[in-house]
């Protein structure tokens, strides 16, 4: 690492914390919290079974992600009869599938697209759950969620959404940069700020639990939340390229367009495994080892330091706004 670029971290991270942080853990290792007032939602599958829409939306929910499929070959029996339930009783809607990365991506997109039908106003875009590598490298996983998210942004003309955990993305998928233009959707459990999946400076959408409970749902459900209020979520709806419902007007983009994002808590955990999953999550097991880095097309220590430097810009940033994020 250069002097000039370990003073330039240094001096970043002075920003944010009493006492700087070492360049590698900030290029490993960051916690980013909500930038202020978060609202709850769920995620759900048929493995929570017949749902009381009404009592879930009476208890406070605003969001839920749906299932409507775990690879090409489980179909989610309740995912239209979810799809319908929730936009009927005013909560926000999306859908997601589990991403299998030995099956083939572009019949997953499809199968996506061709049971979930066109977006209506007020949908949030659909989201790839990206959370096991069938023992596949991780460039081909890699590939594979290029070719999912293209063929679904060239079918609806919106951005997906990229559910995954810190650990799974970069060990798993190599933490590639090509994706941050993708809103994160985090998992992270039993902590007050997640980690972020690198390369991204904020998240979302944050799945804080998979133990969570709602009225309306019997047993366990994940719960997550929206980083920003319900004005935020339409504002993010909209720049997302979805048509607002009829009689909301969104909030203007934050200063440099940047989309809201959730906290994150742990990684998903074993109550999410195929089969038996509450929801989304479940396979993407934490895993140790370090993260490849690159800034610039830089490599080796230089790589890493610098991108060091630009967490560190990000988190000064982040503390200038009242918040911080922290190890």
């Not at 060990?171 to 690198?198: Q, R, S």
């Amino acid at each position: 690492m250069t002097p000039r670029i370990a003073a330039a971290a240094a001096c970043a991270l002075g920003a944010c914390a009493v006492e700087p942080l070492p360049v590698d853990s900030v290029a490993d290792e960051v916690r980013v919290c909500a930038d202020g007032p978060t609202i709850e939602g769920i995620d759900v599958s048929k493995w929570q079974g017949d749902i009381d829409w009404d009592q879930v939306a009476a208890d406070g929910i605003e969001f839920a992600f749906i299932r409507t499929n775990h690879g090409l070959g489980d179909l989610d029996e309740r995912y239209a009869t979810n799809w319908a339930e929730a936009r009927r009783v005013g909560i926000v809607r999306g859908t997601y599938q589990y991403f299998l990365p030995a099956e083939d991506a572009i019949a997953q997109a499809d199968l996506l697209l061709e049971r979930m039908g066109p977006l209506e106003p007020g949908d949030l875009p659909p989201v790839l759950d990206v959370e096991e590598s069938q023992g596949l490298p991780p460039d081909a996983v890699r590939d594979g969620v290029r070719a999912w998210l293209d063929r679904v942004e060239a079918a609806l003309g919106v951005r997906p959404i990229v559910y995954t955990a810190k650990y799974f993305w970069q060990d798993g998928v190599g933490a590639p940069g090509e994706f941050v233009d993708h809103p994160l959707w985090v998992a992270n459990y039993g902590v007050d700020c997640p980690l972020i999946a690198d390369p991204w400076p904020r998240w979302d959408f944050w799945q804080y639990t998979s133990s969570g409970s709602v009225a309306g749902i019997r047993g366990r459900v994940d719960r997550d939340v929206f980083n920003g209020s319900r004005a935020d979520l339409d504002a993010f709806i909209a720049r997302a390229g979805v048509e607002p419902d009829a009689g909301v007007e969104p909030d203007a983009p934050d200063a440099g367009g940047e989309p809201d994002a959730p906290d994150a808590g742990a990684e998903p955990d074993a109550g999410g495994a195929p089969g038996a999953d509450a929801g989304v999550g479940g396979t993407a097991e934490p895993t140790t080892g370090a993260a490849g880095c690159r800034a610039g097309g830089a490599s080796g220590a230089d790589g890493a330091a610098a991108l060091a430097v630009a967490w560190a810009l990000a988190l000064a940033g982040r503390r200038r706004r009242g918040h911080c994020a922290t190890r």
